[in-house]
């Protein structure tokens, strides 16, 4: 793994920040963990690349709120494209 961020996906609503924060520090420091609301996904990032990939295999594919979960390396933002229509 090269980053040290990771995508944390099929999330239930209701689940928080702090709740993420404590699932994952137990494979290492957190630096900041972020929700997107109404979406069912976060991102969480790990102090080194090594911690996420302990937190990746060591949580990817479990149950945490009634979900399971689905974790990833997350990608680098794509750039936005404007629409326009073909005529």
Not at 1 to 26: C, D, H, I, R
Not at 38 to 57: H, N, S, Y
Not at 73 to 79: C, I, K, Y
């Amino acid at each position: 793994m090269q980053g040290s961020k990771l995508y944390v996906g099929n999330l239930t609503y209701s689940v928080n920040e702090e709740q993420l924060k404590k699932l994952f520090s137990a494979y290492g420091d957190v630096k900041e963990v972020r929700i997107i609301e109404r979406k069912g996904f976060g991102f969480v990032e790990m102090a080194t690349p090594e911690d996420a990939e302990k937190a990746k295999t060591a949580l990817n594919e479990t149950m945490f709120e009634g979900r399971t979960l689905k974790i990833d390396e997350a990608r680098p933002p794509q750039p936005r494209t404007s629409f326009r229509p073909r005529y």
